[in-house]
């Protein structure tokens, strides 16, 4: 199975990716997590993406495009993936629908995790996130991750001038997508705005998981 979700950041996704990954073995593909780490290690990828994201804005589509031919080719994603924040563009979603093809899988849903954009100000702005394991808080975790006792941190993009450009871009660029997908009958809606296992529950009831 072959998921997109889709919504906008602090909406979730990675939160309800990280639920279906322990459960259902799906393969989790992030392209913030990849250019965050592509940053720390200060790779080519990571030094031309960094400054895009520090301000909030999309890397460039080819940029993203390169890195994803390449991930979703690895063996790893064979069972099936989930894109967390992929596509972000409708340049983005036609490369996609290319790199399926071409690897003769289906896409079999584009999952809109939906939620106010007032409520992801206040979400983002209190969000926390493991070094070590990766978990998704916030503030009221505290400094060490309830998960794995690892150090958890803020990043550098969740600030509230940051948060509300990103909201920005994601209206201008990504929503569009949404008609997209209801184009080609792939799109369902789920509510964001509630208890992140309520959220999980329905989400898997639409895809019959
Ligand atoms: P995220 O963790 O998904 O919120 O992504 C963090 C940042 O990485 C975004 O604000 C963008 O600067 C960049 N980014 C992640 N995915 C994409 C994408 N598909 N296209 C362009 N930029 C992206």
Redesign the pocket.
């Known amino acids: 199975m072959n998921i997109v979700l889709l919504g906008a950041?602090?909406a979730g996704?990675?939160t309800q990716a990280a639920m279906l990954v322990e459960e259902c073995g799906l393969c989790h593909i992030?392209?913030?997590?990849?250019?965050?780490q592509a940053v720390k290690n200060q790779t080519e990828l990571g030094i031309k993406?960094k400054g895009?994201?520090d301000?909030?804005?999309?890397?460039?589509?080819d940029?993203?495009i390169d890195l994803?031919k390449e991930r979703i080719q690895q063996p790893d994603t064979a069972k099936g993936v989930i894109l967390?924040?992929?596509?972000?563009?409708a340049t983005?979603a036609v490369a996609l629908d290319t790199m399926l093809a071409e690897l003769d899988r289906p896409l079999n849903a584009a999952v809109l995790v939906d939620v106010d954009f007032e409520v992801i100000v206040g979400r983002l702005c209190s969000r926390r996130m493991c070094k070590q394991c990766g978990y998704i808080g916030s503030v009221a975790d505290g400094p060490v991750c309830p998960k794995c006792g690892g150090e958890m941190y803020q990043?550098d993009?969740d600030n509230e001038t940051?948060v509300r450009n990103?909201l920005n871009?994601y209206e201008k660029s990504t929503s569009p997508l949404i008609d997209y997908y209801r184009g080609c009958n792939l799109l369902v809606k789920i509510d964001g705005d509630r208890d992140p296992r309520d959220v999980y529950t329905d989400i898997k009831e639409v895809l019959g998981l």
Do not use: H, N, Y
């Open positions: 950041p602090g996704k990675g992030s392209t913030g997590d990849i250019l965050r993406a895009f994201m301000a909030g804005e999309l890397v460039p589509d940029l993203i994803m967390d924040g992929f596509p972000r563009t983005q990043r993009d940051t990103r871009v």
